[in-house]
């Protein structure tokens, strides 16, 4: 059990550690082996994995010898470096002795989590597709082979290698063999790992099911998804024989946009839409073995380029045969006859997205970019499709899209939208989530929709599942607020919008930026310049969303600037006290925002009429000034107004009837339109005044009925 | 050589306009090394453009004082230095005044008087001498805000902020210029603080104080990749 402590500590250090490493520079350095811990810990778990032998008899590997094609697969397969040499220092020492050895192999363990479900490769299959696989191989073969154990544990081979073992190299192998355990280890990083990741997965782990070692070289992939755009060395040192050589001809680049093109949104996801639905996660967890078949796919695609769409759509269905070179050609004629069913709007697409043309299928636009409605083409699948915007972006590829990708791959929960795929086209970046009719500024927005008590509370109780969800995972949302939250037509809420959402440390001492959160639902530590905080934020900004919900109306609709922002609140709430609010002079700005007067609290003479008597208690506790008295979402949950107060939550599945999408951009259209209107007609009715005064005036003198005119330009200009 | 007068109005307007980048600060100070024979000249000007500019601004130059001592310890030109400890209660003074006005500031002072002290331009008893009159203050400006006062019977004194605190708030563009401005010194601060040496544990270190103890939230993660696991098995 100590040891589980241990193990569960060091993921969540792993976690704060891909914090860290937003900031680059320090990738190289680190390294969290976390071979030892793990197996011990999968002991205890390991009940709930099917795939317990696989990993059980890992620890025992013996070190192994590769043969030839581990070491260029491994030999330099490392952007980060070094961690070969390091691992040893964990193998033999003690946990929090060997620091250094963590240091230094930190960058080895986010595959391993990745390794999880993924076969292990067929190594020579594997060894050219690592991009980095080219530079100095004979120099490091000894290193190399402890990595390359890694690799080989598939392929049956390790009584074969052991005894090669006149190459006895280091003791690290042995460390390397515990790797492949870690599919099972339920202890693994956790998924936000998993981007940064990817270009070191794809070159360890291949699928053990395939294990024809002498795969074509032409299957190797020519990128290597990576989100981090590290370079690619390529050393020049020559590989020994003939085959590797071959084989690594086709490596050339990688190139970020290619490696988001390939990567989540393509492949076979497109021919499998259910499954791909169904489970985003776990096609992550094949990665590897996607990754495999993607690499064919790739391939082939640079090959043909020019082909037109049918023969994308074969690619699509070899890509997804286990091996492509026995099956692909069946399959392709079972497609072939499908296509024809493509209505020509479709067919016409170039896109596997179909959207409607010009600003039509528009559905939300902000500082981010736009989004886009969708359907698949083939799947006729609703998808909303959001792009990154580039223009601007002077390095590159914007961090702050990677960021939102990497958290949002490491969520999965039925109340935060999911993202489906990353999708490049026509040098845009989009990414795919699933589509939801409205969001609840429209829904609150709807001329004539009404939500019933019950369907509030429903819609409240998702909201602080998803909350709970994201919080006791580590994230800050930091933008929730009405127009973020989507609504399905069947009630189904999701949180969505990542863009400012960030991991946070459950523990220690944080410093993030104050500059988060749309101002109106931004709490007041933040706007006194709190950098210190958690997710207390969160939780006022979704008080805020529920009093939107029951009132239709924000409760502290600001100028947009802070000081505003305060007195609005002030003026709800009072102006706080250092009894109620301790840490309140503590506040950065707080001698720069004081409140001039003292303001008594008028919530419940504005709200308490409004709300049921334990909504009014239990939005009242959320709206505490001091963050630390404010409940979690796991407590709000836990409020008799959502577990005993009648009415029950129940689901607005009425929204099913509702016509059309409501979101805040629907709205704010509709808002725009009827205020054009208004005037047209406030304008209709002036002209009218307008004339028959002239007509009254002709009527009763010319004298006056000059000079009016001049008089009533500006009103009319007005209009 | 220049000419002392154009010196001297040249620093002065790069004081004047000093923001919260690390850059416009640097800048000042190179320009008063540059023309380091004038350095009483320039030390004065110091002098006179925190007492004369907006809080704002003083909090600024207090930031570049900093800087300025720095840099001036690493050309080895020692006389600004000197001249800083003579008059550092006089530029604390104008920082954060006793009047309450400055009460924005002291937070400032106190992390720049901390900077100098840990590079030894001023003692760490100066720093504490100077740390006790500014908690006097501190305490003073509470004391007599009623709007934080909890509610009791007694604090229906006559207001006392009537007469001092409004006429010494800031304008309300002066404070969100200022936020603008910590917000910015911030975000400089956070892009090294993550950085630890390159030996030692101190990275481990705090990674390590960093991980959370193992909870219910670890055993909710386990399970959801357990079950990914489940379904990946599956479909194998």
């Known amino acids: ?719 | 050589m220049a000419d002392p007068f154009e010196v001297r109005m040249r620093f002065t307007s790069q004081l004047q306009h000093l923001n919260a980048s690390v850059n416009s600060s640097q800048k000042a100070a190179h320009y008063a090394l540059k023309y380091r024979d004038m350095d009483e000249d320039l030390h004065s000007c110091i002098l006179e453009q925190l007492e004369r500019n907006s809080m704002n601004n003083r909090a600024n130059i207090m930031y570049f004082i900093e800087h300025l001592c720095d840099m001036a310890q690493r050309e080895n030109h020692l006389d600004f230095v000197r001249m800083m400890q003579r008059d550092i209660l006089r530029v604390v003074d104008a920082v954060a005044p006793s009047d309450g006005s400055g009460a924005a500031n002291v937070k400032v002072v106190r992390r720049v008087l901390a900077g100098l002290q840990q590079k030894s331009v001023l003692l760490p008893d100066t720093v504490l001498e100077i740390e006790a009159g500014l908690a006097e203050r501190d305490d003073l400006t509470k004391d007599t805000h009623s709007a934080l006062s909890p509610i009791s019977p007694n604090s229906q004194q006559p207001p006392p902020d009537m007469t001092t605190n409004p006429a010494k708030r800031l304008d309300k563009r002066q404070i969100e210029q200022r936020i603008e401005e910590d917000r910015e010194r911030h975000k400089r601060l956070r892009e090294s603080i993550w950085a630890v040496g390159e030996d030692g544990d101190g990275e481990f270190e705090r990674l390590w104080d960093e991980a959370s103890e193992i909870g219910e939230d670890d055993w909710g993660v386990a399970e959801e990749d357990a079950v990914e696991r489940r379904v990946a098995g599956e479909v194998e």
Request: with cysteine; glycine share 8%; charged share 30%.
């Open chain 1, 1 to 719: 059990m100590e040891h589980t402590v241990q193990i569960a500590r060091r993921i969540s250090i792993l976690n704060n550690l891909t914090q860290h490493l937003r900031s680059g520079h320090q990738h190289h350095r680190i390294t969290i082996p976390l071979t030892r811990g793990r197996r011990s810990v999968k002991v205890e778990v390991d009940g709930e994995a099917n795939s317990s032998n696989i990993m059980g008899s890992q620890g025992s590997y013996p070190p192994q010898q590769s043969p030839q094609g581990h070491y260029y697969a491994n030999g330099q397969q490392s952007p980060y470096g070094g961690p070969q040499q390091i691992q040893p220092a964990y193998q033999n020492q003690p946990f929090r002795g060997g620091h250094a050895g963590y240091r230094g192999n930190y960058a080895q363990n986010p595959d391993r989590r990745f390794s999880g479900s993924g076969p292990p490769p067929p190594n020579p299959n594997y060894a050219p597709t690592a991009t980095r696989g080219r530079g100095g191989h004979f120099q490091n073969l000894q290193w190399t082979a402890g990595n390359a154990s890694t690799d080989g544990r598939g392929g049956g081979q390790y009584n074969q290698q052991s005894s090669s073992g006149s190459l006895h190299t280091s003791p690290h192998l042995q460390p390397a063999t515990g790797q492949p355990d870690d599919d099972d280890n339920p202890f693994r990083p956790s998924k936000n790992l998993q981007i940064e990741d990817q270009s070191e997965r794809d070159t360890k782990m291949p699928p053990p099911s395939r294990q024809e070692s002498e795969s074509s070289p032409k299957q190797e992939s020519r990128f290597s998804f990576a989100f981090k755009a590290k370079p690619v060395h390529t050393a020049p040192a020559k590989p020994p024989t003939d085959l590797t050589q071959k084989m690594k001809e086709p490596i050339k680049k990688e190139n970020l946009l290619d490696a988001l093109k390939i990567k989540p949104g393509s492949h076979p996801a497109n021919s499998h839409p259910e499954r791909d639905r169904r489970d985003d996660r776990r096609e992550r967890d094949y990665g590897d073995e996607r990754r495999d078949r993607r690499d064919h796919r790739d391939q082939r695609r640079g090959d043909h380029r020019s082909e037109r769409r049918p023969e994308r759509d074969q690619k699509r269905d070899r890509v997804r045969e286990r091996s492509p070179d026995v099956i692909k050609e069946k399959k392709v004629m079972k497609r072939m006859k499908q296509r024809p069913t493509l209505p020509a709007d479709f067919a016409a697409s170039t896109s596997v997205y179909y959207r409607k043309p010009g600003n039509e299928s528009v559905v939300g636009s902000g500082t981010y970019g736009k989004v886009f409605k969708a359907i698949h083409v083939y799947t006729k699948n609703l998808a909303a499709l959001k792009k990154i915007r580039m223009d601007g972006e002077k390095d590159g590829f914007p961090v702050t899209a990677v960021r939102e990708i990497k958290l949002l791959q490491s969520l999965k929960h039925e109340n935060v939208v999911s993202l489906q795929e990353v999708m490049v086209e026509h040098n845009d970046c989009f990414m795919v989530f699933e589509y939801l009719s409205h969001d609840l500024t429209g829904l609150l927005n709807h001329p004539t929709f009404k939500l019933e008590h019950a369907h509030k509370k429903h819609l409240g109780r998702q909201l602080f599942e998803g909350l709970n969800y994201l919080h006791r995972r580590g994230v800050l949302h930091r933008d929730i607020k009405a127009a973020n939250i989507l609504v399905s037509s069947t009630g189904q809420l999701k949180l969505a919008d990542f863009g400012l959402a960030r991991f946070f440390a459950k523990r220690g001492k944080p410093d993030y930026t104050n500059r988060v959160i749309t101002i109106w639902y931004r709490s007041p530590e933040l706007l006194l310049g709190e950098t210190q905080y958690g997710p207390a934020v969160d939780i006022w900004s979704a008080a805020c969303v529920m009093i939107e919900i029951f009132t239709r109306h924000a409760i502290f609709p600001g100028d947009g600037g802070e000081i505003n922002q305060l007195d609005k609140i002030y003026n709800v709430l009072g102006t706080p006290t250092r009894s109620e609010w301790p840490g309140l002079v503590d506040m950065a700005w707080f001698e720069l925002l004081r409140p001039s007067e003292r303001k008594p609290n008028t919530f419940s003479e504005k709200y308490q009429e409004r709300l049921t008597p334990d909504a009014y208690e239990l939005l009242q506790a959320m709206f505490m000034y001091d963050p630390a008295k404010r409940p979690t979402a796991g407590d709000v949950l836990e409020h008799p107004y959502f577990t005993t107060e009648e009415p029950a939550p129940r689901q607005a599945i009425e929204l099913k009837d509702l016509e059309g999408d409501w979101h805040e951009f629907e709205s704010k259209a509709l808002r725009k339109e009827n205020e054009r209107k208004n005037q047209e007609a406030r304008r209709a009715v002036r002209m009218e005044e307008h004339e028959r005064e002239k007509a009254k005036r002709r009527a009763s003198g010319s004298a006056i009925a000059e000079r009016e005119p001049k008089r009533m330009r500006p009103s009319s200009s007005q209009g």
